[in-house]
């Protein structure tokens, strides 16, 4: 089977390393199957694919195409920051004809059995740049219904399309309301239980990544682990941070957000001047850093004690909370959306009031007063990952997927 992977862009989020693990996981249960990948930026994803056997081409999406979004249509969006959303759809409009044309001619040379996007952008253009001869797969790991220029794009498109793979229940649900009568199956993201698993961390290190002074042994080390992208809750956490420094200014605990902004969507993320300055207005300088993007986010989990998950809107799934868990580490989780699927509060996670700062306060400080509690938690954690979400039945959910809408396509 050849199938042809579609990514926009080369860097490494969440997404990216789910469709890595689902490649990797496609060629372990089908060792003959011929892996393309196509991006449209250059970044570490290109290595990462290669190291999996799947053949890369780059293909150079136009700078207007690539930043267009409608990150600055959604509700609460200044009419100012949708005006502009309007006035760069012409020059997007012509980009994305010629884009095709390139698109079309790749797959040309292709000759996929299967195409299968990996991100909204590639989701529409596929649909179009494709023949009736190539079956076209989109795997959909956000809320539609939140993104409504994106909802009506795609409706358009989504005839010419077989279907689509859905990464919780919720993000079904939503893909139906969205799309209607639409051909949609549910699969769980997965990880690498072996790389993301229990061992010594090394806080110190942390610490010097973090530029934060020396602090004492036992300091308690809980982290945001996440893009830059605005709906994370890096404020909230930040917030909350300082609500807890203030109740309790003598206790050893320090707080991190490890991320960066890796996509291009004119709008959608934080800088880390903003956050620097956010962790500056509330009196944090000493006691939350910032740390960069991580090649192996492994080392991250458990160099931490605690891992914060603090998405704002609801999470479609919620990668890293399953990492953290892998790992063996306690989590605390914003409660919406996918994320309320991947965990049994009180068992293996603590959830939260999404979006509610004192409620994140809160449980911070019990974690941080309870270490048999923590201990708790992340045996369990551990359990339910390699339970619920080792990659091992990833490629096999995946290939029967394929064959149930190549049998939809003919």
């Not at 089977?1 to 372990?28: H, T």
């Not at 290669?50 to 999406?61: D, F, N, Q």
């Not at 707080?255 to 934080?270: C, E, K, M, N």
Request: glycine residues 8%; charged residues 20%; contains cysteine.
């Amino acid at each position: 089977m050849k199938i042809v992977y579609l990514n926009p862009v080369g860097a490494l989020g969440g997404a990216e390393r789910s469709l890595l693990d689902m490649m990797a996981s496609v060629r372990q249960a089908m060792p003959g199957a011929d892996l393309s990948l196509i991006v449209a930026t250059p970044g570490p994803l290109i290595e990462e694919a290669e190291k999996i056997g799947a053949r890369v081409r780059v293909l150079p999406m136009p700078a207007n195409l690539v930043k267009v979004g409608d990150s600055g249509w959604r509700s609460g969006i200044s009419p100012k920051s949708k005006l502009r959303v309007l006035e760069s759809l012409p020059s997007a409009g012509l980009a994305t004809w010629g884009y095709l044309r390139k698109l079309r001619g790749t797959f040309a040379d292709l000759r996929p059995d299967l195409i299968h996007s990996n991100g909204i952008k590639f989701h529409f253009l596929a649909g179009l740049a494709a023949r009736r001869t190539w079956p076209v797969i989109w795997h959909i790991r956000d809320f539609l219904s939140l993104r409504p220029l994106v909802s009506r794009l795609l409706r358009w498109t989504a005839r010419r399309t077989q279907g689509g793979i859905a990464i919780s229940r919720a993000v079904e649900r939503d893909v139906r309301s969205a799309l209607g009568p639409f051909p949609v199956e549910m699969i769980y993201n997965a990880v690498d239980t072996q790389l993301f698993s229990p061992g010594l961390g090394d806080g110190k290190e942390l610490d010097e990544l973090a530029s934060l002074p020396p602090t004492e042994h036992d300091t308690l080390r809980i982290g945001l682990v996440a893009t830059f992208a605005r709906w994370k809750g890096h404020e909230l956490f930040i917030q909350a941070a300082s609500q807890f420094v203030r109740a309790f200014p003598d206790s050893r605990v320090r707080f991190y957000i490890i991320g960066g902004p890796i996509y291009s969507t004119a709008g959608s993320q934080y800088s880390e001047s903003e956050l620097r300055t956010k962790i500056g207005e509330l009196g944090l300088a000493n006691k939350l850093g910032l740390i960069s993007f991580q090649q192996n986010p492994a080392d991250i989990y458990r160099a931490l004690d605690v891992v914060v998950h603090a998405s704002t809107q609801p999470e479609p799934f919620g990668r890293t909370i399953v990492e953290a868990m892998a790992c063996g580490k306690p989590v605390i989780v914003a409660e919406a959306g996918g994320a309320k699927e991947l965990f049994t509060p009180e068992h293996d996670a603590v959830g939260f009031p999404s979006g509610n700062v004192s409620a994140l306060a809160g449980r911070i400080k019990r974690l941080a007063e309870a270490p048999s509690f923590r201990t708790h938690l992340a045996a369990n954690a551990r359990q339910t990952a390699v339970a619920r979400f080792d990659r091992a039945r990833f490629g096999p959910q995946i290939l029967a997927a394929y064959r149930r809408f190549l049998q939809l396509s003919r």
